[in-house]
């Protein structure tokens, strides 16, 4: 089995990117030979959305790399998202109260 390293995935992305850049501008449409004025009556400006930051390339490739050792394969991550909730913090609960029955 041939070992992936944070280099050879880098590469890849790098790889990947280069070409989505290409495929975009070629589908790209021309821009309009002239752009029309428009003046803008005094509309209020909605508050500009929350930042949510994203999902750093390091979480990207570290997350990868444990999913490649668990399944024993490459695999092809098509989402990460975060989830939000109690169910481990009530599975980490009920482990701990399980450890302390007496029998």
């Given at each position: ?23 975009e ?27 949510v ?51």
């Amino acid at each position: 089995m041939a070992t992936i390293t944070v280099i050879d995935l880098e590469a890849q992305i790098a790889a990947l990117t280069r070409r989505l850049a290409e495929l975009e501008a070629k589908s790209a449409p021309a821009p309009p030979a002239t752009v029309p004025q428009v003046a803008l009556a005094t509309v209020p400006q909605a508050a500009p959305p929350p930042v949510v930051e994203g999902i750093t390339e390091e979480e990207v490739l570290a997350i990868s790399a444990a999913v490649a050792a668990f399944l024993g394969v490459r695999a092809h991550i098509r989402q990460i998202r975060l989830v939000s909730g109690n169910a481990w913090a009530q599975q980490g609960r009920v482990s701990i109260q399980a450890s302390h029955m007496l029998g």
